[in-house]
């Protein structure tokens, strides 16, 4: 994986010693909070429901073992004993305190890790596929484009104070794991007919209270003018988003407002501009780049065999691990969805315990996932009997992949400033109510995603069964969903009909599942019912 | 009534305007009648602070209960982690915030 | 003017700047104010003329202040670039690089922040249009850059 040189280290030390600085202007009075607040969201730093909470980038969910000991580090040291993997493949702290938020970031830095433009109006952390380099579909590992992406996009001078946040995804497989087409901006690496390496590039996308997919812009660009046409799309977007209401200013309402033609137009009038500037990054950079992302060295001649005896780790293959690029090799998935356990929350001894995973059997490799789960990408199948044991001495052998209890929720109204209703309870109980493994199975691939507000940071818009909590008259209320994905084949979840209270939403959940178990044709999964039968009958088993 | 909450500038910790300083428990809080606007806008200049509003409150047997559930989790911790709530000892302490 | 922080050594223009529409209809007027929102590809044709572009910010929260910015220097345009009103100083340094070069910010910055913010970051990732040159240049120093 990447290594910064001495002008990241220098990069990312300067930000820690400025955030340093502006933190004792403001305690000491300098600032009020509005001036201070921008500052501290592009370092990360929220004010949340019960203290400040810090999010630290980990660039296209790739870490290492040292990174994950340095997170453990944290949550022990400044926090209360655990971390909250995201939905955008970062890791976030609740109960961080602004007087120490600078030392934290100095330790992150010591490690190659930053809270970078992870929150505030700017270019997010770059999200990619999580089995990026182990994937066995990819076409090229498409972490060196993100990675240049990552340096390209941070402390943009122009785009210092953009109209909203800014997000930005790149897979290099047809089978999308990122969620692409719901991103501002998102690039998927191809091969042209001369079979040169590109980028088709979608725009416009994003969830929050005003859901757009992505309209493809561009059919082919090639991967050395991605600065040149980052720069365009972003200009154009900084230029002409309104400004007058922060709810209509993501790029998505701009690219609706002017239509995907006009956008397109626009925005390949100030590509012509920028390519004409000479400021493109050279061929060499990416290559450099591309050089600390060669594939680790894998052993040839590995058994395939595993001796699947027990039910217990049979079931864990089966559910837990993808297949790896590498003979002999698996990607394997470690679920943060314990039923009744808290999605994506890890303990600091855990995040030792995978450190020390990672290192014997992975390279050192960790990745996390848009799912709020971890990945150790390069296993040996052979080593899988022994990985699967040290993960269950310390609860991380659960195996949910993909089913209906690897849910992925926002941290809701126990956490969040922002939330009206609470997530996590919702989706404890529902992990609770179908926490039998054979019934999960029989259920098969369906992905629930729950929101506690209109931002969708839990992403229900994506889910094929999706669960919004609202505000009503000062009671939490959740409405049901159906029929969104964020795969390849992205759609937009629509609203069932009326909401529940909270025992209310498991239950109707519950029909929502039952009806597809007694429609579904063979093969089908939940989404695939949904398309072929339409709302309709969903509707009349949920609202009996 | 009406009671003042916020957080600590530099800890983030949830407080309650208790008449004299800010305090971390709820129950501590007092009601301010016309006062909120003034008592916010000094505190607020003296950093003592960060981002106070007024809300409404009632008080009850068990002390000072906020109207809304929002503030009922903020008096309390997060529900889904008992253990790191302002009464951990306490397995119901839960069902306060419904 | 006193509360200006200027990076010029040439004389400023003594005539106030007047707003883009009536600088269009004075063919003698030099100094021109754009408002957030206004389009400053209009003044391109009347460069010529143009020694101070003053560009307002309402709020620090509009950021469409930096593209006109830079947009102007695209054009070879060597001319005054004020920033004015709602003016954060620590992003000077960012604005610096769009090519702002004098500041008349609402409130006076502080000289020792403005010193510390513009000396803070040793390098740069990126061109912006600026003689800054980027770390990949740096790390490539036989390559031709700009």
């Known amino acids: 994986m990447y290594k910064y040189d001495q002008y990241d280290q220098a990069m990312v030390d300067a930000r820690v010693e400025e955030f340093r600085d502006q933190t004792r202007r403001r305690i000491a009075g300098h600032m009020n909070d509005d001036q201070f607040k921008p500052l501290r969201l592009k370092n990360g730093l929220y004010l949340q429901l019960h203290a400040y909470m810090l999010r630290v980038a980990i660039p296209y969910g790739t870490f290492n073992a040292v990174q994950m000991r340095k997170l453990a580090h944290i949550a022990r040291t400044y926090d209360r004993g655990y971390g909250h993997f995201t939905t955008r493949q970062n890791i976030q702290y609740n109960w961080i305190k602004l007087e120490q938020a600078p030392d934290i970031l100095a330790e992150l830095a010591t490690v190659e890790m930053h809270a970078i433009q992870t929150s505030g109006e700017s270019i997010r952390n770059v999200s990619a596929d999580q089995y990026a380099g182990a994937a066995a579909d990819e076409i090229i590992d498409p972490r060196p484009w993100a990675e240049t992406i990552r340096q390209m996009t941070n402390f943009m001078p122009e785009f210092s104070y953009l109209p909203r946040k800014f997000k930005i995804a790149v897979i290099a497989s047809k089978v999308d794991r990122a969620a692409l087409r719901w991103h501002d901006f998102a690039l998927r690496i191809v091969r042209n007919e001369a079979g040169e390496i590109g980028f088709e590039v979608y725009a416009g996308g994003g969830m929050g209270r005003t859901p757009f997919i992505a309209h493809k812009i561009r059919d082919f660009l090639p991967t050395t003018q991605i600065f040149s046409y980052l720069q365009a799309v972003l200009r154009v977007w900084n230029r002409n988003a309104r400004r007058d209401n922060i709810h209509k200013q993501r790029m998505k309402i701009l690219v609706h407002e002017l239509g995907q033609e006009e956008f397109s137009r626009q925005v390949e009038e100030a590509f012509t501009h920028f390519l004409s500037l000479g400021q493109d990054f050279p061929q060499a950079e990416y290559d450099r780049i591309a050089a600390y992302f060669t594939p680790p060295p894998f052993e040839q001649g590995l058994s395939e065999d595993l001796d699947l005896s027990d039910p217990a780790f049979a079931a864990w293959v089966r559910l837990q691990t993808v297949a790896h690029q590498a003979p002999g090799y698996a990607i394997a998935n470690i679920s943060l969805k314990p039923v009744g356990g808290i999605p994506g929350d890890i303990s600091a001894d855990q995040m030792d315990r995978v450190a020390d995973l990672a290192e014997r059997f992975s390279f050192g490799e960790i990745r996390a996932t848009h799912a709020q789960n971890l990945v150790l990408p390069h296993v040996r199948k052979i080593d899988l009997p022994a990985l699967w044991q040290e993960l269950r001495a310390v609860g991380l052998a659960d195996a949910n992949l993909d089913l209906v209890t690897d849910i992925i929720a926002c941290p809701g109204l126990d956490y969040c400033s922002l939330a009206n209703a609470r997530s996590i309870p919702v989706a404890q109980k529902i992990a609770e109510r179908f926490a039998d493994l054979e019934r999960q199975e029989d259920i098969g691939e369906l992905k629930i995603k729950i929101s506690g507000c209109i931002n969708a940071c839990g992403h229900h818009h994506a889910g094929n069964i999706g669960i919004l909590g609202v505000d009503k008259k000062g009671t939490e209320n959740y409405q049901l969903l159906l029929g969104g994905s964020g795969d390849e084949e992205t759609s937009q979840a629509k609203i069932t009909g009326p909401g529940f209270d909270e025992d209310g939403v498991v239950n109707a959940l519950e029909r929502a599942v039952d009806h597809y178990r007694a429609v579904r044709q063979p093969g089908e999964r939940f989404i695939d019912t949904y398309r072929r039968v339409g709302m309709d009958g969903f509707k009349e088993a949920i609202y009996v | ?98 | 003017m006193s509360d200006t922080l200027r990076f010029r050594d040439d004389q400023a223009a003594d005539e106030p700047a007047v707003s883009l529409d009536a600088f269009l209809d004075q063919p003698e007027a030099d100094s021109v104010r754009i408002e957030a929102g206004e389009d400053v590809t209009l003044l391109f044709p009347h460069l010529g003329r143009v020694r101070l572009v003053e560009i307002d910010f309402p709020r620090f929260r509009d950021g469409r202040g930096f593209s006109t910015a830079r947009m102007l220097r695209e054009t070879g345009y060597k001319g005054e670039i004020k920033a004015t009103g709602d003016v954060l100083v620590d992003l000077v340094w960012f604005m610096r690089r769009c090519g702002f070069d004098s500041f008349a910010p609402n409130v006076a910055f502080d000289p020792a922040v403005v010193e510390a913010s513009l000396a803070r970051y040793p390098f740069v990732y990126q061109d912006s249009g600026d003689a800054a040159v980027p770390i990949w240049a740096l790390r490539h120093p036989g390559l031709a850059h700009g």
């Open chain 2, 1 to 98: 009534m009406k009671v003042l909450t916020g957080n600590d500038l530099k800890t983030g910790a949830v407080t309650w305007w208790d008449g004299v300083q800010w305090s971390l428990h709820v129950e501590d809080a007092v009601d301010v009648g016309d006062h909120a606007d003034a008592i916010m806008a000094r505190e607020q200049a003296a950093q003592r602070v960060n981002g106070p509003y007024a809300i409404d409150a009632e008080k009850t047997a068990d002390g000072v209960r906020p109207a809304h559930i929002k503030d009922r989790i903020r008096a309390l911790g997060p529900t889904v982690r008992p253990d790191l709530t302002l009464k951990p000892a306490d397995p119901e302490i839960g069902n306060w915030v419904i």
